[in-house]
């Protein structure tokens, strides 16, 4: 189609707007909302279950074993899972993180404590307490200084890492690398502060919530037992065994540790499986394990599979946004058929002055072009807006802290796109038939009856 | 020239067959001006609309200028019917959110000639029609007179060879009809061939030549004395 001509029926098009302004904002409005609705579901099952460490897909993974109740499977809700814990014994863990396998090795568990001695009020905040493997492991971006070598791991030693945010509360945000502060009366010396860092979903603990932040401080792992800690997040428990002291809980076969190894190749792989075959083995000897055998390194796109970090009602969450979409263009498809028809005695006109049937076409479907296009930005927007009051009613929710929805503020850049080409695609698909349509009247009908 | 042979034109319901036209033959030169007569019904407006190739026929053959046009695409018979027919209807036929200027300019857009040769063409046509000082108007600012000499000045601004004009007094009253009447001889007379639709005997009389349908056949062939030429300038409604 030759520019001018393609000007021609913008021009054109332009005028049946004007000639039917309410008509046409009802199309737009219809293609606007099923946009919005896309764009918003789309970006939310993206924030949910995407990948937040792709790049590491093929060497990043969690360890779990099967030492569960032998009369029972591990459970969700009240479904067994058909897989191990989510969560290693403290002794699982520890001998994983002993054996000295893997590149790095995490174990690690959340906590809960007070800050102090920043000359601010005291400061209830949650902690992670972790191997030093964590930063480089997951990537974790510095601000200033850096995390914990090994050897600060065990015996630990009095060194912190804080988040961005919590260094801006206590520190102003300055460089606060070599700042002392107390954490529930222990005196810590803060080693590095984090950039922003916000991976969603939360993929090395899904316990507490897929959007939760990261937490606001970390100190080594080996702290936990030192300063006679439990975990603030899951602790599950089957067997019935007394659990009043510290000896007890961390002998027993309540599960409540987090546990990841780096392994680069597959050889490190079959290793490590190996390790923990041998080891499960050697445990069942001694009573312990009665389930059959299930030692898991499991990948983090599979861990986020298998934890439903992206639950069903997600997935049909999307399937009715694309369903109200199909919904909007069917009625996009009526309204432009009533439109076309309304105006056919013009275009019967037209057709006698040597309008083609394929330029009859071509005009109708630039005016289907640009209500599509119209619709799909009005719909960027309104998706926009509605991503905007999501994002501030779990902001109240989280307290102002920042956390995984902050990210809902950004589109989904890939489903943005695929929303807008989709609504593209489908209301040009849509108006194809009243467009041929059109074209195919019979202009001599017309042309007497205008 | 345009030639009928035998040209047949059916519509069909599921119940009766009418036809429109039946072996219906016609042979018009360059340069006529042929009334075409007859009651309601008779077909005269089903032979404009198959000679301007607005719709096509069953049976019999038809050539525009030595082009038969059976079995031409839908672009062919479009770009035809762009560059060698013009058409007037009864109602005007403008459309009415286009100013004077564009709806004399639809015809030209489609034969995508260029941006000053489109504006010279639309200039001379409105020239000729007397209205080149409306350009900007909106059709329904017109009266019935001056909306139908638009309409002729965008059926001639692409200088069509045959000029098909459908009641094209219908709506007028009389001191305008004779208007547009003398306005149609003028053109006539510059070399556009013109078949003319009508009822009224009076505006058939000034045709060089008569065809009487009924029942979608010629009854009747009448020849005139070649008129009057009209007089210099033409009235303005």
Redesign the interface.
Known sequence: M?A??LG?YSHLAL?SF??NPGLTALMVLAIAFGVAVCIMTLTVYHAMSGNPIWWKNDRLYTVTMDSWDPNSGFTRGNAETHLPPPLMTYRDATTVLHAGLAERTVVMFESSGVISGTGGPPLRTDTRFTTGDFFPMFDVPFLYGSGWSRSADDPPQPVVVLSRSMNERLFAGANSVGRTLRWNDHEFRVVGVLDYWFPRPLFYDVTEGSFAPPEDLFIPFAWGRALDLRSAGNVDCWKAEPLDTSEQFFNSECVWLQTWVELPDRASRERMQAFLDNYWAEQRRGGRFGRPRDNRLTNVGQWLRDQQVVDNDNRVLVGLAFAFLLVCLINTVGLLLAKFLSAA??T????????????VFMQHLTEVALIAGTGSALGLGLGALGLAAVHHMYAAAHLGRPGGYQELMHFDRTGVLWAIALAILATLAAGLYPAWRVGRL???VY??S? | MLKMQDVSKVYRTDLIETYALREFSLEVSAGEFVAITGPSGSGKTTFLNVAGLLENFETGSYRIDGTDVRGLSDDQRSRLRNERIGFIFQSFNLIPDLNIYDNVDVPLRYRRLSTRERHERIGSALDLVGLSSRMKHMPSQLSGGQQQRVAIARAIAGDPAFLLADEPTGNLDSLMARQVMELLEQINELGTTILLVTHDPELARRAQRNVHLVDGQISDFRTYEPRAAPDAGLAHA
């Open positions: 030759q001018s001509l021609y005028r004007r000639r005695a013009i019967g006109v037209r057709r006698a002055l040597g309008a083609s049937r394929r330029q019979p202009p001599a042309l007497k205008q």
